[in-house]
């Protein structure tokens, strides 16, 4: 079955920097688009980022120029670098993968979760 599971979430302060991971099985990684949403308290789930099997990426107006998306397919595991950060980035970030392209995201695979919180 397939797993995803976050790591490298955290507390920084605005401006710093962060980056998740997102280790992923049970599913043919290098074919399927991978992608971070995240959630803030009393908002809907809203996607981050994504990027295609073949690596073209496509990101939230919010984020663009602050956060990069990147895949190792040896290791099936996706990134996300999330560089000068805003308290508005604070959410739970969610990975998702699965879907064979990212017009069909999200798939129905997520990961638990894992909280990032950019406060002084």
């Known amino acids: 079955q397939v797993q995803l599971v976050e790591s490298g979430g955290g507390l920084v302060q605005p401006g710093g920097s962060l980056r998740l991971s997102c280790a992923a099985s049970g599913m043919f990684f290098s074919s399927n688009a991978m992608g971070w949403y995240r959630q803030a308290p009393g908002k809907q789930r809203e996607l981050v980022a994504a990027?295609?099997?073949?690596?073209?990426?496509n990101y939230a107006d919010s984020v663009k120029g602050r956060f990069t998306i990147s895949r190792d397919n040896a290791k099936k595991t996706v990134y996300l670098q999330m560089n000068s950060l805003k308290p508005e980035d604070t959410a739970v970030y969610y990975c998702n993968g699965g879907a064979r392209s990212i017009a069909t995201m999200p798939s129905n695979y997520w990961g638990q979760g894992t909280q990032v919180t950019v406060s002084s």
């Open positions: 990027i295609a099997s073949g690596g073209s990426t």
